[in-house]
């Protein structure tokens, strides 16, 4: 891809990735893009890679060790992708699939919902434990139906988007 056509695809449906971080954030990663960017094309490639090694004195990098980390990015890793990437790593959430996955389990009848005391209970109880203040701001992001079910596709895709689908 060619920079000017790279550059037009940055900028396209990426500002929610660049909500994800301050301005000044940003600019460190830029500063950090364009020093991995050794030949300044607006794509970070595997000899860009090679090249950044080499400067930092690692000589004879392993091409499937470069290789592994392009196919970490879903295409050609212009300074959106890249600034996501780091989005996706520093955010800390798995895949939406990986969580809807773990939704499902506890959804034994398939319905798309869980019910909100069985939700609570496991959120209050089990690994790293909601304080009652987090259980509170869950309730008032994600409020249960009357029937006291919770959407559970709706948190999945707030997790992994960062905003509300009817938000949009």
Not at 112 to 126: P, R, S, V, W
Request: glycine fraction near 6%; charged fraction near 30%.
């Amino acid at each position: 891809m060619a920079p000017k056509k790279a550059k037009r695809k940055a900028a396209e449906g990426s500002s929610s990735v660049f909500s994800m971080f301050d301005q000044t954030q940003i600019q460190e990663f830029k500063e950090a893009f364009t020093v991995i960017d050794q030949n300044r094309d607006g794509i970070i490639d595997k000899e860009d890679l090679r090249d950044t090694f080499a400067a930092m004195g690692r000589l004879n990098v392993k091409n499937e060790e470069l290789d592994a980390m392009i196919k970490e990015a879903s295409g050609p890793i212009n300074f959106t992708v890249f600034l996501t990437m780091f989005g996706e790593k520093l955010k800390g959430a798995d895949p939406e699939d990986v969580i809807m996955g773990a939704f499902k389990v506890l959804d034994s009848d398939a319905k798309g919902t869980i019910k909100k005391q069985f939700l609570e209970e496991l959120l209050t109880t089990q690994c790293d434990r909601f304080t009652p203040e987090e259980i509170k701001n869950m309730w008032a992001a994600f409020p249960p139906d009357v029937a006291g079910n919770v959407d559970y596709k709706n948190i999945c895709y707030v997790i992994t988007h960062g905003e509300d689908k009817e938000g949009e």
